[in-house]
């Protein structure tokens, strides 16, 4: 006769909120729209965001991914080309402009807003001191709203203690907007402890889907066994979500873009398993994720509600008149 052999149990914590977030949501409709709107190709400059799964799916659609606008062939100079959620300097756009390209800004409002903050700053004639990460496309388009030698990077409490300013009285910063809270907070504190006149930014920078997702995963991360963030390594929002849950107290914190990379040889005997996803990871790996684990263990679920998200970013004007089906939809939000 034969025996089964029962699975283990584990409770999965999954949170919630988790992947994509409004201007992440916004982005990807933008490339949909035009696509249904002006037909392929639509160009797109620097991946849309930051994960393979969107990035190929659009592709199939018929985007094409490129990393300057030089790369656009003379003979589409007609077609659209799409800026990423991240932002870019604004060289970007008079490029464009001068090449007479057709553009369509997919920059995340948020971002956007920094980027009127770092303005507002040098307006006031202070220099801006920007608190992120080197050669994230967000932080290069940042520092090219304002012209060079404006905007000093800071990356790091070290920076902070290195920086010697022309006028330490004349100073504001901004940060990126997918950083550790903890960090920044940190960093914030060291630079305030040596330039007592620091402005801060009038808003927030680090945005709300960063902050959400970082609280949801610190709550869920003490005692678990494992922590699985799904996100892509060039996802900066994802791999601080890596470091939280670590910090937090998870025994093992890693992230996967899809479950083929779980690693199960080295997960040994697990009963809690924290789950989240990074602003630019669909809810389908999720839900992939979610089956691997239940052909191996005997998977209850525990959601976790730390907050609920209502942000919603309208795309332009040019493109509110085409309608998405509900398969458009499903894709734009994650699910397929
Ligand atoms: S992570 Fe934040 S700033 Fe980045 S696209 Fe999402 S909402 Fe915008």
């Not at 606008?69 to 799409?82: A, K, N, T």
Request: proline letters at 7%; one cysteine or more.
């Amino acid at each position: 006769m034969l025996q089964t052999i029962a699975k283990p149990p584990l409770t999965i914590r999954l949170c919630q909120p988790r992947g994509f977030c409004a201007g992440v949501d916004r982005a990807i409709q933008i490339v949909v729209l035009a696509l249904k709107k002006y037909g392929a190709p639509v160009y797109v400059r620097h991946e849309i965001v930051h994960n393979r799964y969107v990035v190929e799916g659009l592709q199939s659609l018929g985007a094409v991914f490129i990393e300057e606008l030089s790369e656009i062939p003379p003979e589409h100079r007609q077609s659209p080309v799409v800026f990423s959620a991240h932002g870019v300097p604004k060289s970007v756009p008079a490029d464009a402009q001068a090449r007479n390209l057709f553009y369509l800004d997919a920059t995340c409002p948020l971002v956007s807003k920094v980027h009127k903050q770092a303005m507002r700053h040098q307006r006031l004639g202070r220099h801006v001191l920007l608190i992120g990460h080197a050669g994230h496309p967000e932080v290069i388009g940042t520092m090219g709203q304002l012209p060079e030698g404006a905007v000093t990077l800071i990356e790091t409490e070290a920076d902070a203690a290195r920086l010697v300013p022309n006028d330490p009285k004349a100073l504001g910063f901004v940060t990126q907007t997918t950083l550790s809270v903890e960090d920044t907070a940190g960093i914030i504190r060291a630079l305030q402890d040596r330039f007592p006149d620091l402005q801060a930014p009038a808003a927030e920078s680090i945005c709300y889907a960063t902050t959400n997702r970082q609280e949801a995963v610190k709550d869920t991360a003490p005692g678990a066994d494992l922590y699985l963030i799904v996100g892509a390594p060039n996802s900066s929002n994802s791999r601080r979500l890596v470091e939280v849950a670590e910090r937090a107290g998870a025994r093992m914190s890693l992230l996967v873009q899809r479950a083929a990379e779980i690693p199960w040889n080295d997960i040994g005997n697990i009963s809690t398993l924290g789950l989240s996803a990074g602003a630019s990871a669909p809810e389908i790996i999720v839900d992939e994720i979610i089956d691997a684990f239940r052909q191996r263990f005997d998977v209850t679920i525990d959601l976790a509600i730390t907050a609920t998200e209502t942000e919603d970013f309208p795309v332009m004007r040019v493109l509110r008149d085409v309608e998405l089906t509900p398969a458009d939809m499903a894709f734009v939000n994650g699910a397929a």
